[in-house]
């Protein structure tokens, strides 16, 4: 069973950083690209961004030059680190990647189960 895990939210102040982790865990075959998401409260969920497997990154103009997307391809992770934290990033944070189980010829998109990020002024 493939299972995307996340970590890292949490409170901060306006101006702050937070770095995100997201795991990918179980029988895994290839983990392609993969992605950050969020959602603030009342709001569509909306694509912060993207890194595929060889490292190319696309960033979504409201982070960019404040966030960035990496990834370990060994531990099958990828992080967002967030600096100069403003309050409108204040949202539930989810990735997303496109996993090939072991046991399928197959790859699905699967997501994580969220992490809250807060900035407070």
């Known amino acids: 069973q493939v299972q995307l895990v996340e970590s890292g939210g949490g409170l901060v102040q306006a101006g702050g950083s937070l770095r995100l982790s997201c795991a990918a865990t179980?029988?895994?075959?290839?983990?392609?690209?993969m992605n950050w998401y969020r959602q603030a409260p009342g709001k569509q969920r909306e694509l912060v961004a993207v890194i595929d497997s060889d490292g190319g990154t696309d960033y979504a103009d409201f982070v960019k030059g404040r966030f960035t997307i990496s990834r370990d391809n060994a531990k099958n992770t990828m992080y967002l680190q967030m600096n100069s934290l403003k309050p409108e990033d204040t949202a539930v944070y989810y990735c997303?990647?496109?996993?090939?189980?072991?046991?399928?010829?197959?790859?699905?998109?699967?997501w994580g189960q969220g992490t809250q990020v807060t900035i407070s002024t």
């Open positions: 179980g029988m895994i075959f290839k983990v392609g690209t």
């Open positions: 997303n990647a496109d996993v090939a189980p072991y046991y399928d010829g197959r790859s699905y998109y699967y």
